[in-house]
């Protein structure tokens, strides 16, 4: 599986983004995927994900209610859609999918497979 990531970019306190994950090689449909985060000088953190195809997203509590995970499958394409954007989000964001990964294992980024090489999103004050 090959995972491409757009949609990062620079904006100003309270903008919004939607970031893109297009997979290619074998569907998506029924993996796990989610959304990680790494800011300068820190670890890759858990944003947002939806366990295999059962559809229920799980969100990092920062970001609840500011950001909504989605899938098309027709598509093959995950997204990540940024509103009410705060310095504080500003990251390269990484998209993952597993098709093996257990519910317990979902916010773990060494348990996913397969990345995409990440995007860039600048929130200035």
């Known amino acids: 599986v090959q995972l491409q990531a757009s949609g990062g970019g620079s904006v100003h306190t309270g903008g919004s983004l939607r970031l893109s994950c297009a997979a290619s090689?074998?569907?998506?449909?029924?993996?796990?995927v989610a959304w990680f985060r790494q800011a300068p000088g820190k670890e890759r953190d858990f944003v947002a994900g939806i366990f295999r195809s059962y559809g229920r997203s799980y969100y990092e509590e920062s970001v609840k209610n500011r950001f909504v995970i989605s899938r098309d499958n027709a598509k093959n394409t995950v997204y990540l859609q940024m509103n009410s954007l705060m310095p504080e989000d500003t990251a390269v964001y990484y998209c993952?999918?597993?098709?093996?990964?257990?519910?317990?294992?979902?916010?773990?980024?060494?348990?996913?497979?397969?990345w995409g090489q990440g995007t860039l999103v600048t929130v200035s004050s």
């Open positions: 993952a999918t597993s098709a093996t990964i257990i519910f317990s294992e979902q916010k773990n980024d060494r348990a996913y497979e397969y």
């Open positions: 090689g074998r569907t998506i449909s029924r993996d796990t």
